[in-house]
């Protein structure tokens, strides 16, 4: 049934879906569509070392620090529930959230091309990116960052 679905592209609206942080408090993409906020969602493993190499952590840590007043970050995370859990990965510092099955539903939706999708104030998807071109697509997408 995920296979059947077709992936969202450049002009289709947010999808929504049950996640949960790491206290086991419940949150929904939505929580960010009231907010006039751009909003970079990004797919991570982090138990995929080879992943986390190539991940641009500087990039993402200067969004959060810098541009935060017009961008919200939360990172899906696509670790198994006990992974995710345990406290042994790292974690960021802004919303990172998991849906305990592997966030394959939600990665199905979006993309299983790309790790970046970038999404518009209104809640359209604006782009995807990846690992390697992120620091260029971010430009790209939103404006405001310099």
Not at 64 to 92: F, H, K
């Amino acid at each position: 049934n995920l296979f059947t679905r077709k992936v969202l592209n450049v002009g289709d609206y947010l999808i929504d879906f049950m996640l949960y942080d790491h206290d086991g408090k419940e949150h929904h993409l939505e929580e960010f569509s009231s907010n006039n906020k751009y909003l970079l969602m990004e797919f991570c493993c982090k138990e995929d070392k080879d992943m986390m190499k190539t991940r641009p952590e500087n990039v993402l840590d200067d969004l959060y620090q810098n541009y935060s007043a017009n961008l919200d970050i939360v990172t899906i995370n696509c670790d198994a529930e006990d992974a995710w859990m345990s406290g042994r990965l790292p974690r960021d510092k802004w919303n990172e959230w998991n849906d305990h099955k592997n966030s394959l539903a939600v990665m199905m939706e979006y993309s299983t091309m790309f790790r970046y999708v970038f999404i518009s104030p209104e809640n359209k998807i604006i782009g995807f990116g990846r690992h390697e071109d992120l620091k260029d697509k971010v430009k790209q997408h939103f404006a405001f960052v310099k």
